[in-house]
């Protein structure tokens, strides 16, 4: 069995082979399975002669079986090749498995032959049962059309090293246009409406980038409205509250999108992304720690806060609230000595800077939101 995403890239290769006469599609999405088909269809030639089944409502019993098989054992009339799509193929499997097998056994079909579903393999066993051990055993190909998962497998790998981010590539590759791991994983972490709505936004992108060889994180950030400087103040924001989740699919972000340099350029430099950060949670993290210290002294809340974050910019003390809120001077003054330890590991060369600022921010989150007010200090006035 091969994954969809893979079947799907050797078919788009540069005079790619034919594939087998036999296919078999199977898994959940049915986006992914449709997708399969067309490129099976483009692969076997540009003009093909398709017969499309449903095994349940158009072909059934013996007189289904005698309808397919003869389909099978016919070349087509004006020598095209020929492709026969069976649908709903679990339960021919069930009804005709035997006969399937006999033939594959016994005979090559004039045709390639498709079938498709959701469960044609369990996905839990992959055991084959002997119909599909027999196709195989005459050349199938089983292609794995199920869940494509958005994060990598394994720790240490980059937030773009995914299934999902592979199969964006492949899409875009399709639709005649390069595109990087980077800028798939942009793409379908904005999008949240499945498969189909991600292939939605990237062909609209692709009408939007015109004889543009590439789609590229700008493109995407034209398209969909995400600034990148915005996902460096939600990173620091979200960390200052303590929040896992959302600060590391803001993290997550960064790295994929990159920030803006001094010339207001986009970088990727991992590096320079993790210096950023450091050096703008530092601030943040000494900003709430001078208001705990006005608040000890007896001042309230919004005094504190227009001393140290500035009395014209109010409308920044509801999230600053929060923050104190939801962070004691103790974990402040850890953040700030971890920052440290950060700051040399990164400039000694101490492993890859997202992997060791991922293990800095989950050393100094919570998993669950942190309860209002639960500090020493609150941030009530």
């Not at 049915?30 to 002669?49: P, Y």
């Not at 499997?93 to 369990?122: H, L, M, N, T, Y």
């Not at 409205?225 to 989740?245: N, T």
Request: net charge positive; with cysteine; aromatic share 8%.
């Amino acid at each position: 069995m091969i994954k969809v995403v893979r079947f799907i890239d050797d078919c788009l290769k540069p005079q790619a082979k034919k594939p087998p006469r036999w296919l078999i599609f199977t898994g959940e999405e049915e986006f992914l399975r449709s997708e399969a088909k067309d490129v099976a269809k483009r692969c076997v030639g540009d003009d093909v002669d398709l017969w499309d089944y449903d095994w349940e409502s158009e072909l059934s019993g013996d007189e289904g079986r005698l309808t397919l098989f003869d389909e099978l054992r016919t070349a087509s009339l004006f020598g095209e090749p020929k492709i026969v799509v069976i649908r709903k193929a679990s339960k021919f499997f069930k009804d005709q498995g035997k006969a399937i097998a006999r033939f594959a056994a016994e005979e090559d079909p004039q045709a390639w032959v498709i079938f498709e579903d959701d469960s044609i393999v369990k996905r839990k066993t992959k055991k084959l049962t002997k119909p599909l051990q027999a196709l195989v055993d005459a050349g199938a190909q089983i292609v794995d059309c199920g869940t494509l998962y958005s994060s990598p497998f394994g720790f240490g790998k980059p937030v773009w090293d995914s299934d999902l981010s592979r199969w964006v590539v492949t899409r875009a590759k399709s639709l005649g246009k390069r595109m990087s791991p980077q800028a798939a994983y942009c793409l379908h972490s904005r999008e949240a409406s499945g498969l189909r709505g991600i292939a939605a936004q990237l062909e609209k992108i692709i009408l939007s980038i015109g004889d543009a060889e590439e789609v590229r994180t700008e493109d995407i950030d034209r398209h969909m409205g995400k600034d990148v400087e915005s996902s460096v103040f939600e990173a620091v924001d979200q960390f200052a509250l303590g929040s896992m989740s959302e600060t590391m699919s803001a993290i997550d972000r960064l790295f994929c999108q990159g920030i803006k340099d001094a010339k207001g350029k986009r970088t990727m430099d991992a590096q320079a992304i993790a210096m950023r950060l450091i050096a703008m949670i530092s601030t943040r993290m000494r900003e709430l720690g001078r208001i705990f210290e006005l608040r000890r002294d007896g001042a309230d809340f919004d005094s504190a806060c227009g001393q140290v974050i500035g009395r014209g910019r109010t409308f920044l003390f509801p999230k600053i609230r929060a923050q104190i809120s939801a962070r004691s001077p103790k974990e402040l003054g850890q953040v700030v000595v971890d920052l440290a330890s950060l700051d040399r590991d990164l400039k000694s060369g101490g492993g890859h800077p997202r992997d060791l600022f991922v293990v800095f921010a989950l050393r100094n989150l919570r998993s669950s939101a942190p309860k209002p007010g639960a500090n020493t200090y609150g941030g009530r006035s």
